[in-house]
């Protein structure tokens, strides 16, 4: 346990330092809570809203420069103010770009603070596994509810895969779970299907929610010639990819957030194992140049569309879209998402899905939440919520639209739904086909392995919003 001293916090917010002593740790209290008024009546005022971090990595450490840059107006925001009590990390030793507030207990035992009952909530950024899996992070989602805390995380993986039962134990405690940053980092999506939208019934929701995949398949866009390879080194070198990309550019982080962005949608628990994913690995040059001879984009999108009949089709896959369409102006490493609902039509929440900024101000506007409800009595403030096992998820089999398929071989048959049929550069064909259902699709794909083509020879791109 380490407890620096008191200086820069109390510098930006202009107020002296109040401590506390609580279980023999000294926490500094950052809020500009105004001293009461003996004179005048009325309600007693609000002690602090406590809160704490476990993680103090690349989002925890743009979470505390937020904080310090801004604690007069947060603490406007929240009526009594707000107190940044504790930081847990891994490793005391990890060097840090930054110090944490001044007198937080810093600790790498984060039970600690879920152990500490004057704490209202927690903030979880601990990161994930290379994996792209929760890691640790359900253990500590369920110790912190359990105790009868607030839970606010940037955890897709943790939300989409175990959001279901953590929204139940939230309940039971009376507390909530908040989750604004795991899809579109700050982009108020997740606030706007709980609260703008909740008088809607939702059909579908279509997103650009993968920042690195935009990125690659924008400034392959820009330059014909660039190589998917090509890009995404040029993506790692800024910063905007990681080390290995493959949670990214095989479609799992963006399955993971269309998964919750159906849940909360669809009254259902849907999973990374309920969306078809298919990511940009085998896109080349050539989908490219296709698209810009037919005045098309192409973009990795996420769906979660409601079909007639009830039936869902969560989906990941890239596709061209007519370079009109509002998504295909989505460029670089900027998230979208397009919702669309009844009755009010289609609307669209855009900006920067990643970064510390960005990330920032959802976890933020998740405690600005939670405090404002901090009230147990006051029940759950969002209408919508990820229900445990409801599901009604059936067969996409039906679902009709055209597709675009870049064969490596010579030898296929041609099927009758082909409409177009252009000879590749190299060795192959690609096919256009007409209007056909996904299952008509997956049984000619399905032929096709039989035949001895390897996945690794089909290039898919669906045709989307035509
Ligand atoms: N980066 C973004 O733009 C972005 C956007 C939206 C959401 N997110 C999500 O935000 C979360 C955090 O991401 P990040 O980029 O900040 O990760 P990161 O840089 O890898 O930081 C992870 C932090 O967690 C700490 N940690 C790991 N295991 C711990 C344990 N057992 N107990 C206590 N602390 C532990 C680490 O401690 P040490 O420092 O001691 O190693 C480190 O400070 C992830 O879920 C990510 O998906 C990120």
Sequence with gaps: MHVTSADSITAVVGHLPKFAVTNGTVY???????????????????????IAMIGFGNVGTGLVHHIREHATLLNERIEGGMEFVGIAVRSLDTPRSVDPPSNTLLTDNWRELVDDPSIDAIVEVVGVGSDGKPTIAFEMARAVLTSGKHFVTANKALIAEHGGELQELAEEAGVLLLFEASVGAGIPVITSLQGGLAANKVNSVHGILNGTCNYILTRMEEDPALLLADAVKEAQDLGYAEPDPRFDIEGDDAAYKIAILG???????????????????????????????????????????????????????????????????????????????????????????????????????????????????????????????????????????????????????EPEFACEII????????????????????????????????????????????
């Excluded at 050539?286 to 009830?310: F, K, M, Q, W």
């Excluded at 675009?404 to 030898?411: K, M, Q, W």
């Excluded at 399905?446 to 020879?457: F, K, N, T, V």
């Design 28 to 50: 500094m209290n950052i809020q500009t809570t105004p001293e009461p008024d003996s004179k005048s009546p009325g309600p007693k005022p609000r002690a602090p809203f406590r």
């Design 423 to 466: 000879p590749n550069e190299d060795s192959g064909i690609t096919l256009i086909t007409e209007e056909i259902t996904l299952e008509r699709l997956h049984s000619f794909l399905g032929m096709l392995r039989q035949s001895g083509i390897p996945d690794e020879a089909i290039c898919h791109v669906s045709f989307a919003f035509e």
């Design 263 to 413: 849940s909360l949608a669809f009254g259902q628990e849907l999973h990374i194992s309920d969306a078809e994913k298919e990511g940009i690995t085998r896109l080349s040059p050539a989908e490219l140049t296709y698209a810009r001879d037919n005045d098309l984009a192409l973009r990795l999108i996420a769906s979660a569309v409601c079909h007639p009949g009830d039936r869902l089709e969560v989906s990941v896959r890239p596709a061209f879209l007519p370079s009109r369409h509002v998504l295909a102006g989505v460029r670089g490493v900027n998230n979208a998402v397009l919702v669309d609902a009844e009755p009010i039509g289609e609307t669209l929440y855009y900006g920067a899905g990643a970064g510390q900024g960005s990330t920032a101000s959802g976890l933020l506007a998740d405690v600005i939440t939670a405090a404002r409800h901090w009230n147990p009595d006051a029940g759950n403030p969002h209408p919508l919520r990820i229900v445990r096992g409801r599901k009604t998820l059936v067969g996409t089999g039906a679902v009709r639209g055209r597709h675009y398929l870049r064969i490596g071989d010579d030898s296929i048959p």
